[in-house]
């Protein structure tokens, strides 16, 4: 008896089986070593519940949960009479929490968004020195977006208008797009006259963000909205509002504040930690105070400090989405991906990992405390309840004091390292800082700056068509193993890759970020494309709000002509190989309405709906012209994406021409031998 009651001692993962990547793998066996726990642990002792992964488990009320597994009958065809005690069907379920996972996504990137823009107005307003109008040019390509002038008329003259007058009412009409009380939002205007006319049509554009996150939340309530396709009407609307309105407008205002990103090089994963310098690890998602932190880390001041207290510098490395910002507009390194930030505390020369929101592990707080690793908490929604987790919250108002005091705790906690010492050796060099803009000026150069050449690459054939990868890490896969197959696979069949989040940092800890990639991985069409202009096969666009970046990449194409009229024409596919967040499923729904296919890995959350699922795998077509679907062999996935940038591109009528850029080559290839 006494036997059967001893614990059995929690499995551990085989590192090797976990992670592609080898630092990984190393950081995984090292934690084991120390007896420290970790995700991908964790994992092995914790199986995912089946009801609630089919997306079929309702707790809206207390009645519940109603749990409605699919069965094997269902599955065969027999009549679905499943449903909870108040009547809902699986599909209703399903439908309401995937919508309920959409309004999460939207609020996070949207709050977030929020944040940037009431920083934007105090900055605007001239409240704070840490933060100014940095890039005017973008600034004045902004305003018209939301109905601010630019210009002025005096004695019948135009003249400029003042700089600090259009930021400060581009500062408050974009914080209005959260409550306004009437209208619609300003940016949804950006996106091709079709979609707009569509969204129209459907009735599905966004009044305001925060009403479209509330009416969901109301309507997935019990007794509320119990049509599947009414509730995702909603979801659209809610999605869109993320999309073309919080993700797009922290983008912008981001840009404006601290720069456009231009590409620049860096390297990636946790050998960009330094055993002799402090080492500040910047985890989360908004770059507001993280901006600080990377200036006042570069002052004299703190530089000589560090030096005071023994270490040669201050190396800054990034985790998650605040990695992709700092790293997009600064050049600092990426540490790792989603799942390796246990992992960078794991090396014991982690002096201080400061976190602000989102994709924030509540157990750094655990690994922390086997180190001498101060974990930092700064924002006041995003607080831990354990008690060696500091909280500085930060405030535009004193951000430079509060950058400050974070960057010295980490140095004076320099000196309290133990002997425990590992950092791997593994980090990869790349390119990053790809945006709108600058595609502009490397596929059209500075003369002719546009979208016609790669436009042209498109329709001649040597670019098959656009792949946009994106998303996060799942512990239930192999660490970015579908992340790096998806997009090698894509590049091989002449497909150019637009990549952000936790795909990007996957990307460039794989090396596939330098314009070398090219002549290894690439098919000959755009290999040839790359090493003529010198860019990467996969450009590297920012964070996860910065897919806004990717649609309005895709507005170009559409705009620079011969590529249809609407997103939904142009040859390209979505995916996100190893999605775990809410904040995903946001982006995918507003990526499909947009009129994009959008493939989604590991797991989907509609299994247990087959006819709501259904719904949005094929009916979302006839609507939309784009569509959801899941595939979690990630060879398969690419190849869902390429049969459907080939159907696009038969659409257009130039498939023909494809096929002559590869007779070309291959005719080439044959003079060459012989
Ligand atoms: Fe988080 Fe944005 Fe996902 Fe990575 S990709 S795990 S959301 S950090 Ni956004
Ligand atoms: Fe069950 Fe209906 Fe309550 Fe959901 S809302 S828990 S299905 S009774």
């Known amino acids: 008896m006494a036997d059967e009651k001893e614990k059995k001692a929690p499995k551990l ?24 726990d970790t995700a991908f ?16 488990c309702c707790k809206n009320c207390g009645m519940g949960p109603c749990r409605l597994p699919i069965t094997k009958g269902i599955e065969a065809g027999e009549v679905d009479n499943r449903k909870g005690i108040c009547g809902a069907t699986a599909n209703t379920i399903a439908a309401r929490n995937f919508c309920r996972m959409i309004a999460a996504g939207c609020a996070a990137h949207s709050d977030h968004g929020r944040n940037v823009a009431e920083v934007f107005l105090s900055a605007a307003r001239k409240e704070s020195d840490a933060y100014r109008i940095k890039d005017t040019q973008k600034l004045l390509a902004v305003a018209p977006h939301f109905g601010v002038a630019i210009t002025v008329e005096k004695d019948g003259e135009t003249l400029d208008r003042d700089l600090d007058e259009i930021a400060l009412e581009v500062g408050e009409k974009a914080l209005r797009e959260w409550g306004k009380d009437a209208g619609e939002l300003l940016y949804l205007k950006r996106a091709p006259k079709p979609r707009y006319d569509l969204w129209t049509k459907l009735g599905v554009k966004p009044r305001n ?25 909603q979801g659209t609307r809610c999605a869109l509002a993320d999309g073309w309105g919080g993700s797009m407008m922290a983008t912008d205002l981001q840009d404006i504040m601290f720069g456009t990103p231009y590409p620049l090089q860096s390297e990636a994963n946790l050998g960009v930690m330094k055993e002799d310098h402090v080492n500040i690890i ?33 190396q800054l490395g990034g985790i998650c989405c605040t990695a992709n910002e700092i790293l997009q507009r600064h050049g600092v390194p990426l540490a790792g991906t989603f799942l390796q930030q246990e992992l960078a505390i794991v090396t014991g020369a982690c002096d201080a990992m400061v976190v602000d929101v989102q994709c924030v592990f509540q157990n750094l707080a655990n690994v922390a405390k086997c180190f001498h690793t101060k974990l930092i ?20 108002h004193h951000a430079l004091e509060d950058a400050k005091r974070i960057v010295k705790l980490a140095i004076d906690n320099f000196q309290n390292r133990g002997a425990d010492v590992m950092i791997p050796q593994q980090k990869s060099p790349m390119i990053a800082g790809f945006g709108v803009e600058s595609i502009k000026y490397h ?18 054939g ?11 890490n799942n512990v239930r896969t192999k660490h970015n193993e579908g992340h790096l197959t998806v997009v090698k696979e894509l590049i091989k069949n002449d497909v150019i890759v637009l990549t952000t989040g936790c795909n990007a940092i996957a990307c460039a800890m794989a090396g596939l970020l330098t314009p070398e990639t090219a002549q290894v991985h690439c098919g000959p069409g755009l290999a040839e494309v790359c090493e003529t202009v010198g860019i990467p096969p996969v450009l590297h666009l920012g964070s996860c709000v910065d897919n806004s970046r990717i649609l309005l990449a895709a507005t170009e194409v559409v705009r620079a002509g011969g590529l249809g009229k609407d997103l939904s024409e142009v040859p390209a596919a979505g995916s996100a190989p190893e999605w775990m967040s809410e904040k995903a499923i946001t982006i995918g729904q507003y990526v499909v309405a947009s009129g994009v296919y959008t493939v989604f890995g590991t797991t989907f959350p509609t299994t247990g709906a087959p006819v709501f699922q259904d719904y949005l795998f094929k009916e979302h077509e ?12 990630p060879i398969k996935h690419a190849h869902k994406m390429i049969a459907h940038i080939d159907k696009k591109r038969k659409a257009l009528g130039i498939d023909k021409a494809r096929e002559r850029v590869l007779m070309d080559m291959a005719d080439r290839q044959k003079l060459e031998v012989a």
Not at 41 to 53: Q, S
Request: aromatic share 6%; net charge negative; hydrophobic share 40%.
């Open 622 to 633: 006839k609507i939309y012209g784009g569509m959801w679907d899941f595939e979690a062999d």
């Open 282 to 314: 910047i985890h989360g998602h908004e770059p507001v105070l993280s901006e600080v932190i990377v200036a006042v880390s570069q002052t004299k001041e703190m530089l000589d400090y560090a030096k005071q207290k023994g270490a040669k510098g201050i």
């Open 462 to 472: 040597r670019i098959r068509g656009i792949g946009a990868v994106v998303g996060c």
């Open 41 to 56: 642990d964790r994992a092995e002792n914790m199986k995912p519940c089946n009801i609630g992964n089919q997306g079929t």
């Open 209 to 233: 963000i925060d009403r479209e996150i509330v009416e969901i939340m109301h309507r997935t309530a019990i007794g509320v909205d119990q049509d599947y396709k009414n509730l995702m009407k």
């Open 443 to 460: 596929l059209g150069g500075s003369f002719r700056g546009d979208y016609f050449t790669l436009n042209d690459n498109i329709i001649n």
């Open 377 to 396: 908490t700064t924002h006041p929604i995003a607080k831990m309840e354990q008690d060696n987790v500091l909280h500085i919250e930060f405030d535009e």
């Open 13 to 36: 993962a085989d590192p090797v089986a976990a992670s592609v990547d080898l630092a990984t793998q190393v950081m995984i066996k090292r934690a084991q070593e120390l007896g420290i």
